[in-house]
């Protein structure tokens, strides 16, 4: 079965440190991956996924297939980016497309 | 922008009662799903829906679960005899097809259910 992990619960840095949020992940095919974030008193809702490999509010993620990992990475962390992420699996050609969520890290930007 | 909408925000019900948690997806959404969160611990996904029937369901969702849409624009999710290890955050997603979206799926605000 697949999994998902987010080794850190929280990771706390000042404004304008780089932030980068572990995720690794278990699955015997090919994923589509992605990150979700919660902030304070707001839905879920998508930031982002592998296969566009976009930038969204300065925030990457590159899937390392070889690691296993799909880490979310931001040079300059900003306070509003204060909030749950969460990393998400959906397994490849699944017509349901459930996700599969990690734990979550709590990320708190200190001005 | 439209929103995927829940309903109540918060439900606190006896042992043993039925609920049941309404959603209404996105209008032009085809899949719809539950997921659930039980205080301090990982969203777990229970069951999902496509052209009016279930298409995928967790160890989660047991007899004691069902799902519904009624009409063309709730999705339900029943309880039927309620325990107490059901109290959680109760989420309900919907996406387009792939073409329009990719896997995206939108999340609704959430319903907090408490069982005592």
């Known amino acids: 079965a697949q999994r998902v992990t987010q080794p850190e619960k929280l990771l706390s840095v000042f404004k304008g440190a780089p932030v980068e949020l572990k995720c690794n992940y278990s699955?015997?095919?090919?994923?589509?991956l992605f990150w979700y974030v919660q902030y304070s008193r707001q839905r879920l809702q998508l930031l982002l996924r592998h296969i566009s490999r976009e930038s969204i509010k300065g925030f990457t993620a590159d899937l390392n297939k070889g690691e296993t990992s799909f880490h979310l990475k931001k040079p300059f962390a900003q306070e509003e980016d204060s909030a749950m992420y969460y990393c998400a699996l959906i397994r490849g050609g699944n017509a349901g497309n459930m996700l599969t969520f990690g734990g979550g890290t709590r990320l708190m930007v200190k001005p | 922008e439209p929103e995927v909408t829940q309903t109540p925000s918060h439900q606190v019900t006896q042992m043993g009662q039925e609920v049941i948690l309404r959603c209404v997806p996105i209008?032009?959404?085809?899949?719809f799903y539950w997921y659930r969160q039980i205080l301090g611990q990982k969203v777990e996904f229970l069951v999902s829906f496509y052209n009016n029937e279930i298409s995928e369901k967790s160890e989660i969702f047991d007899d004691q679960f069902s799902v519904e849409r009624p009409d063309g624009s709730n999705f339900t999710l029943k309880i039927r005899s309620t325990k107490l290890e059901d109290s959680a955050m109760y989420f309900c997603?919907?996406?387009?097809?792939?073409?329009?979206?990719?896997?995206?799926?939108?999340f609704g605000p959430g319903t907090r259910l408490t069982v005592t």
């Open positions: 699955y015997s095919g090919s994923p589509e």
């Open positions: 997603a919907s996406r387009a097809r792939y073409e329009e979206s990719s896997y995206e799926q939108y």
């Open positions: 209008s032009n959404h085809l899949y």
